[in-house]
């Protein structure tokens, strides 16, 4: 079989990283399969010369007009099927179509884009559940939420995320990044992910009369919210959080495991891998108690606290929890539940089932 896998979001976070590891694993584990791969060169070029593998180089980006009436699909059309790691299914191709919805937020989450923008989502996400042969997506809740939105019959095929290779090849340091103690924070600052509930805690907590820091990994320059309230707390906490700017996947790392705990106060996700990266590097996770994290992390060593109380929140940091104690342990039952080995053996077994 011969398989095209649009893989333009390969050096993104999130969905980048996804792809990025499927594309990977199927390349060369899966060999008794053709890949026509579809990216930049830069997203892509490590594959050229691999005996299974075409390389279909475009610039077109996702969700432009070209991608829609001018994408190069005639190499496309000639494989058997056609694999989107999200809903930006390109015009014109005529072969049975695969792809993955992350989660729904933008229609759960009032607030987060103006009318015309949900609209014009909304449209994006119809067209490909409708254009799909069969959907995968990354919880259950994920999946009833599409149900919900989209009132489609269609196959949902939840394979739930796994850990990327690159921090099972991870090597610790031996040397502290930080000389003071400090929470960890791994995400957008985006209105639904409750980092103002995580800044008024870490206040609280020096209200106590502590000295505990919050460390935000992103560039402080180039944080995309119009939420004023987060600025302004921002601002107003000085030196007690810290933004790392951009960082190579070693440094994350370290900051992540050498952290008191990683941090997750949202209060909407499709799936939250950030604490699931902090407990196989060995550290402590604290998550707000929603519905899909306790589907991911229930069986998992992590402290859950009620979405957007900041007391209770405030409490587990005074606490400081170790609960991620025997370690190999927890990266036993991750690797088991959570690897794009896994991820990958689904969605090709799902493939080859229906083609």
Known sequence: MKIAIDARLIGNSGIGTHIENIVSILVY???????????????IGLY?????????????????LKELWAFPVKEINRCDIFYCPYINIPGRIKVPVYSTIHDVLFFDVKGLSSRWGTLLRWAFYKRAVCLSKA?????????TRIKKHFHTNKDIHVILNGISEQIKEYNPIKERVYDFPYYVYVG???????????????????????DIKLVLIGDYERIKTKDR????????????????????????????SQALALVLP?????????????LYLGGNAIITDL?????????????????????????????????????MQTRQYIESHYS???VVEKIIRVIENRY
Do not use: C
């Open 229 to 256: 309230h987060v600025m302004d707390l921002l601002k107003s906490a000085g030196d007690k959080i810290l933004f790392t700017g951009f960082l190579s996947n070693d440094k994350l790392y370290d900051i992540v």
């Open 340 to 342: 794009f080995d896994i």
């Open 188 to 210: 957008n600052i985006k209105k639904h992910k409750g980092i103002d509930v995580l800044i008024k805690a870490i206040n609280e907590v020096n209200k106590r009369g502590f």
């Open 266 to 278: 949202t209060h909407y996700e499709g799936f939250g891998i950030p604490p699931l990266e902090s």
């Open 291 to 327: 519905p899909v994290l306790r589907e991911v992390y229930s069986e998992l060593p992590v402290v859950f606290f009620k979405d957007g109380d900041i007391k209770a929140l405030a409490d587990w940091l005074v606490l400081s929890p170790q609960l991620n104690t025997d370690i």
């Open 135 to 143: 959907l995968f997506t990354v919880s259950e809740f994920s999946a």
């Open 48 to 64: 050229r010369g691999i005996p299974n593998v075409d390389l279909l180089i475009t610039n077109i980006p996702q969700f432009s």
């Open 29 to 43: 584990k899966y060999t008794r399969h053709h890949y026509l791969l579809i990216g930049s060169e830069k997203q």
